[in-house]
């Protein structure tokens, strides 16, 4: 069987001869179907490139919410930081406070303070389940505190005069210089316990009375130079020593705040600081764990 032919005439214009191209019906057959597998690529190509841009897009804005997401988190993360911190003063100065109340400390329901997580930890993002433990915890903890801070308002409510005694104001602006235990003299060198703690400032700087009482004794001692004692009641005696003067007498009641002497340099003393005792029933105690607010400002 004769196969089929086609046929093009190519005229190019009317002076110039006719072109005639014979082409077999095969060529023209696999010359549509190589354009059609041409075409059918491009549209799978162009189909391909609009769904990887599509892709793009979406992990684009994917990328974004996930970024928000962690800054959102972050944030969140820093507000339960900050409040574990206020509840951990809170537990701190409930502690305090039974303390210097002579409520049983064994019964306070407060969690430990946990370490500060170090720079790596910080890094990662914790989950929303470890988020959640850390809620419930905090939840636990500040109505446990709130339940203590409350045992201690009732008993505090029943005892304004005791409260009234409790030298909770340092005596003096300065610095602290020596601390309260055993420590080496600065005056010998031996091994002795401080009974007080020392502060520092400039002579003259005024000495005031951390809580009302009454002045039992204002004269020059062996080693404390020119000092004051005060008896505040409940068996709480405040002694300073090493003062340049006195502002007030023997027998004299003072309130907190009241101006009792000016800082000084007497008695065995290496400069000019105030020596600042708590004793409670003739016992020694450190003062600041007393010291719930700054020295006053008045002169």
């Given at each position: 069987?004769?196969?089929?032919?086609?046929?093009?005439?190519?005229?190019?214009?009317?002076?110039?001869?006719?072109?005639?191209?014979?082409?077999?019906?095969?060529?023209?057959?696999?010359?549509?179907?190589?354009?059609?597998?041409?075409?059918?690529?491009?549209?799978?190509?162009?189909?391909?490139?609009?769904?990887?841009?599509?892709?793009?897009?979406?992990?684009?804005?994917?990328?974004?919410?996930?970024?928000?997401?962690?800054?959102?988190?972050?944030?969140?993360?820093?507000?339960?930081?900050?409040?574990?911190?206020?509840?951990?003063?809170?537990?701190?100065?409930?502690?305090?406070?039974?303390?210097?109340?002579?409520?049983?400390?064994?019964?306070?329901?407060?969690?430990?303070?946990?370490?500060?997580?170090?720079?790596?930890?910080?890094?990662?993002?914790?989950?929303?389940?470890?988020?959640?433990?850390?809620?419930?915890?905090?939840?636990?903890?500040?109505?446990?505190?709130?339940?203590?801070?409350?045992?201690?308002?009732?008993?505090?409510?029943?005892?304004?005069?005791?409260?009234?005694?409790?030298?909770?104001?340092?005596?003096?602006?300065?610095?602290?210089?020596?601390g309260f235990g055993v420590r080496s003299s600065p005056l010998g060198g031996r091994i002795k316990m401080h009974?007080?703690?020392?502060?520092?400032?400039?002579?003259?700087?005024?000495?005031?009375?951390?809580?009302?009482?009454?002045?039992?004794?204002?004269?020059?001692?062996?080693?404390?130079?020119?000092?004051?004692?005060?008896?505040?009641?409940?068996?709480?005696?405040?002694w300073y020593g090493h003062l340049r003067g006195f502002a007030v007498k023997l027998g004299e009641q003072v309130?907190?705040?009241?101006?009792?002497?000016?800082?000084?340099?007497?008695?065995r003393s290496t400069g000019p600081h105030v020596h600042y005792e708590v004793r409670v029933h003739g016992y020694?105690?450190?003062?600041?764990?007393?010291?719930?607010?700054?020295?006053?400002?008045?002169?």
């Amino acid at each position: 069987m004769k196969s089929r032919t086609y046929t093009i005439l190519i005229v190019p214009d009317r002076h110039a001869p006719t072109r005639r191209i014979v082409l077999p019906s095969w060529v023209i057959h696999g010359a549509s179907i190589v354009c059609g597998f041409l075409m059918m690529i491009a549209c799978m190509m162009f189909l391909d490139y609009w769904f990887v841009m599509g892709q793009i897009g979406e992990n684009r804005e994917l990328k974004q919410e996930n970024r928000d997401l962690r800054q959102q988190v972050q944030a969140f993360q820093n507000h339960v930081d900050a409040i574990e911190e206020t509840l951990d003063r809170m537990k701190n100065f409930s502690t305090r406070l039974k303390i210097i109340m002579h409520i049983d400390t064994q019964s306070i329901p407060m969690t430990a303070p946990q370490a500060a997580p170090n720079d790596d930890a910080r890094l990662e993002i914790p989950s929303p389940e470890q988020l959640q433990q850390r809620l419930a915890l905090m939840l636990s903890t500040s109505q446990k505190a709130e339940a203590t801070l409350q045992d201690v308002y009732e008993v505090l409510s029943d005892k304004q005069s005791f409260l009234a005694a409790l030298p909770t104001r340092q005596p003096a602006e300065g610095y602290f210089t020596s601390g309260f235990g055993v420590r080496s003299s600065p005056l010998g060198g031996r091994i002795k316990m401080h009974e007080g703690v020392d502060i520092a400032n400039r002579p003259g700087t005024p000495v005031h009375a951390p809580a009302d009482g009454e002045v039992i004794y204002a004269s020059a001692k062996p080693g404390y130079g020119l000092t004051i004692i005060i008896n505040h009641g409940y068996g709480i005696e405040t002694w300073y020593g090493h003062l340049r003067g006195f502002a007030v007498k023997l027998g004299e009641q003072v309130k907190r705040g009241t101006k009792i002497a000016t800082l000084g340099n007497s008695g065995r003393s290496t400069g000019p600081h105030v020596h600042y005792e708590v004793r409670v029933h003739g016992y020694p105690v450190d003062p600041r764990s007393y010291i719930f607010e700054d020295a006053l400002h008045e002169n």
